[in-house]
T-cell receptor
Framework: AQSVTQLGSHVSVSEGALVLLRCNYSSSVPPYLFWYVQYPNQGLQLLLKYTSAATLVKGINGFEAEFKKSETSFHLTKPSAHMSDAAEYFCAVSENSGYSTLTFGKGTMLLVSP | DAMVIQNPRYQVTQFGKPVTLSCSQTLNHNVMYWYQQKSSQAPKLLFHYYDKDFNNEADTPDNFQSRRPNTSFCFLDIRSPGLGDAAMYLC????????????FGPGTRLLVL
């Protein structure tokens, strides 16, 4: 069975500050890992995904995430927050064994203050 | 642009009155998913189709059903909506291979009066 834990339901940063959103996973097989962003009253948009090609994954809007197998983590970072980054962020995992559905974390709301 | 479309964006229904939500895709993906998302929660998978094969999650209430008449369209039927069914309903699609990205529609927000 696979699961995802996102530490912190809310994270507050100032504009221009580092963004760090934490995600830890458990999976019985090597995983695929995803970060999605959701703006109010919209669907989910893929930020980036890890599929074992490279441990440091770069995504859209300046976000990146690093896969650390020893820590079972896939934390999302951005060097400098922008007001437009305020949204809910979901980490998700699927098994690396053929077709598999996604298991989502509970989400982290990112708040950006001027 | 290829995309996932959901209609309507907002749906108001009455307690116990059947309602149907629709999803269409121009991506020609094999898999279509329906999720329920309540306020400040993660999306919860209700069921999905891999081509014509229907897969129901174990804890999806019998009140929820789905139809996929062809590759492009998928419907979510709520037979007797209760107040607890008020939520955002998200449709997503994927090719169906391992690690494939799911592409989400904008969602339909359901209000039950």
């Amino acid at each position: 069975a696979q699961s995802v834990t996102q530490l912190g339901s809310h994270v507050s940063v100032s504009e221009g500050a580092l963004v760090l959103l934490r995600c830890n996973y458990s999976s019985s097989v090597p995983p695929y890992l995803f970060w999605y962003v959701q703006y109010p009253n919209q669907g989910l948009q893929l930020l980036l995904k890890y599929t074992s090609a490279a441990t440091l994954v770069k995504g859209i809007n300046g976000f990146e995430a690093e896969f650390k197998k020893s820590e079972t983590s896939f934390h999302l970072t951005k060097p400098s927050a922008h007001m437009s980054d305020a949204a809910e962020y979901f980490c998700a995992v699927s098994e690396n064994s053929g077709y598999s559905t996604l298991t989502f974390g509970k989400g982290t709301m990112l708040l950006v203050s001027p | 642009d290829a995309m996932v479309i959901q209609n309507p964006r907002y749906q108001v229904t009455q307690f116990g009155k059947p309602v149907t939500l629709s999803c269409s895709q121009t991506l020609n993906h094999n898999v279509m998913y329906w999720y329920q998302q309540k306020s400040s929660q993660a999306p919860k998978l209700l069921f999905h189709y891999y081509d014509k094969d229907f897969n129901n999650e174990a804890d999806t209430p019998d009140n929820f059903q789905s139809r996929r008449p062809n590759t492009s369209f998928c419907f979510l039927d709520i037979r007797s909506p209760g107040l607890g069914d008020a939520a955002m309903y998200l449709c997503a699609t994927s090719r169906g291979s391992g690690g494939e990205t799911q592409y989400f529609g904008p969602g339909t927000r359901l209000l039950v009066l």
